[in-house]
């Protein structure tokens, strides 16, 4: 069974830096996408950065500039790094993997069990 384990949340101050880390567990011979997503209780949840399996990047307009995404393909662990947080960065930060090959079972898309960022003074 592949479970996806994220760590590194906390409370940091307007200006500061956080690292997010999530680890992909389990019997794993590849996966495609892994991704950071990010929600805000009442709101929907939204896409904060991704790097495909090529190593291409894309992030939201919001955290361009100031957020890193990068993966290790052998460790099968991906991280954030956010600097210059402010308190719009504040939610729930979740993983996610898409197309996991593991050596018994595909599946189309995990997910973390979300870790909180709080950005405050």
């Known amino acids: 069974q592949v479970e996806l384990v994220e760590s590194g949340g906390g409370l940091v101050q307007p200006g500061g830096s956080l690292t997010l880390s999530c680890q992909a567990s389990g019997s794993i011979l590849g996966i495609a996408d892994m991704a950071w997503y990010r929600q805000v209780p009442g709101r929907e949840r939204e896409l904060v950065a991704i790097?495909?399996?090529?190593?291409?990047?894309q992030y939201s307009d919001s955290v361009k500039g100031r957020f890193t995404i990068s993966r290790d393909t052998v460790q099968n662990t991906v991280t954030l790094q956010m600097n210059l947080l402010n308190p719009e960065d504040t939610a729930i930060y979740y993983c996610k993997a898409e197309k996991i090959a593991s050596m018994s079972e595909f599946y189309s898309e995990l997910w973390g069990q979300g870790t909180l960022v709080t950005v405050s003074s």
């Open positions: 790097v495909h399996q090529g190593g291409i990047t």
